[in-house]
């Protein structure tokens, strides 16, 4: 079965860009959620997508934004980037909605602002 | 609210030596479940257990074991005869609340050959 997969693996941005990380989740897999790991944390929950729709939210402002597609991959799209953005983000699929089975994760997207 | 706390941010063990990972709880629900995930230099999280709140039930799997006390809010968990490839940093996580699943801070494990 294919794990989780993200793109790109390093990213480099400067402040005020727009970025779109990508996950494609794992096979049989329907729920995608994403997080925000910094420097020395644990991964913060930003949301998190179930069919296609957002299936809870995190602390985070309206510039990050995702979307999932039909075959349940997703996109974390984060506007105004800002230097506190740096960080290692990951995205992690799971069946159902049930918030209390395993997830699995990608390798990640390191983000680093300029 | 959800909390997890790892109060251990580093350990380092010689290889063979035994090793417990602390985790300590908050939770207002009645039922939940408890997670380890593992996360070597990779940056990919390993899933490593779920346990429920009505399974107080102590697990052993293979060099791995688990103390569950919910009087205690604890969750620790030990390797055995560690070994290099343990290195890694451990995460314990704590599902429900808006934000879905609420993971410690992390410890991060060296072993040393």
């Known amino acids: 079965e294919t794990g989780v997969t993200q793109s790109p693996t390093h990213l480099i941005k400067t402040r005020g860009q727009q970025v779109t990380l990508r996950c494609s989740s794992q096979s049989g897999h329907n729920t995608v959620s994403w997080y925000q790991q910094a420097l020395g944390q644990g991964p913060q929950f930003i949301f998190q997508y179930y069919r296609e729709e957002e299936n809870g939210r995190g602390n985070f402002p309206p510039r990050f934004s995702g979307l999932q597609f039909p075959n349940y991959s997703s996109e974390l799209n984060v506007n105004a980037l800002e230097l506190d953005d740096s960080a290692l983000y990951l995205c992690a699929s799971s069946v159902g909605q049930g918030d209390n089975q395993p997830q699995h994760f990608g390798d990640g997207t390191r983000l680093s602002i300029l | 609210a959800q909390k997890v706390t790892q109060a251990q941010t580093e350990i380092s063990v010689v290889e063979k030596e035994d090793v417990t990972l602390d985790c300590v709880y908050e939770?207002?629900?009645?039922?939940?479940?408890l997670f380890w995930y593992k996360q070597p230099p990779s940056g990919e999280l390993v899933f490593l257990i779920r346990r429920n709140s009505f399974d107080e039930q102590n697990e052993i799997s293979g060099r791995y074991s688990w103390n569950f006390q919910k009087s205690t809010s604890s969750f620790n968990f030990t390797i055995t005869a560690s070994q290099v490839v343990d290195s890694a940093v451990y995460f314990c996580?704590?599902?429900?609340?808006?934000?879905?699943?609420?993971f410690g801070i992390g410890t991060k494990l060296q072993v040393i050959p």
């Open positions: 939770t207002r629900d009645t039922t939940y479940y």
């Open positions: 996580a704590l599902p429900g609340g808006y934000q879905k699943v609420t």
